[in-house]
């Protein structure tokens, strides 16, 4: 079955960076891109970027081009959040997709979440 | 980029009511819309993609409609389980954006 399993938890000081990575199992991974979701305490979902498994290629929202990095291995995505500030604070979720044109097989597995906690 | 105006941003409703949540797009995104249930503490789950095509395994009460720039969510009878909070996502073009979010409690 379908897996997408994150990393821990983890609590940072502003100014730090943080690599949170999202393993997955049960596919061929270069069949889909994984995107990155935040949501920060009782807030809404923001989407954070994509990036391809095929070949790399990535896409992220304009308010995080300076700051963040998704990246790919054999079977897992990676994000880093440099430069982290307090309003980071945020659960952060992987969801398998091609990116646009959201079609069967999108955003139907989700990792856990990660609680990113920044905090001086 | 394309903004998502997802309304109400809440709503009160009782077992057996029909509830309809809507999502206005800033400019035409087609049918690259799909609606997510969220419950506290867990991570989204999809329902429908492509703004009508119910997601495997999903109750036939909940339906999407619409496209172009004005889209819907409708549960009709609305069941204890249903009570979660709903979000719009756009997927026409990078970058994607969610609404802002209708919570649906009692």
């Known amino acids: 079955q379908v897996q997408l399993v994150q990393s821990g938890a983890e609590v940072k000081k502003p100014g730090a960076s943080v690599t949170v990575s999202c393993k997955t199992s049960?596919?061929?991974?270069?069949?889909?891109?994984i995107n990155w979701v935040r949501q920060a305490p009782g807030q809404g979902l923001e989407w954070m970027g994509w990036?391809?498994?095929?070949?790399?290629d990535t896409s992220y929202a304009l308010k995080f081009q300076d700051r963040v990095t998704m990246t790919t291995d054999a079977t897992t995505a990676y994000m880093e959040v440099r430069n982290l500030r307090s309003d980071d604070t945020a659960v952060y979720y992987c969801?398998?997709?091609?990116?646009?044109?959201?079609?069967?097989?999108?955003?139907?597995?989700w990792g856990q979440g990660t609680l990113v906690t920044v905090s001086s | 980029d394309i903004q998502m105006t997802q309304s109400p941003s809440s709503v009160s409703a009782s077992v057996g009511d029909r509830v309809t949540i809507t999502c206005r797009a800033s400019?035409?995104?087609?049918?690259?819309l799909g609606w997510f249930q969220q419950k506290p503490g867990k991570a989204p789950k999809l329902l429908i993609y492509?703004?009508?095509t119910l997601e495997t395994g999903v109750p036939s009460r909940f339906s999407g409609s619409g496209s172009g720039t004005e889209f819907a969510l409708t549960i009709t009878s609305l069941q204890p389980e249903d009570f979660a909070t709903y979000y719009c996502?756009?997927?026409?073009?990078?970058?994607?954006?969610f609404g802002g979010g209708t919570k649906v409690e009692i």
């Open positions: 049960g596919y061929k991974f270069t069949t889909y891109g």
């Open positions: 996502l756009h997927a026409d073009s990078f970058p994607l954006t």
């Open positions: 400019q035409d995104i087609h049918t690259w």
């Open positions: 492509g703004a009508t």
């Open positions: 990036v391809s498994a095929y070949n790399g």
């Open positions: 969801a398998r997709g091609g990116g646009i044109k959201l079609l069967s097989g999108d955003w139907t597995y």
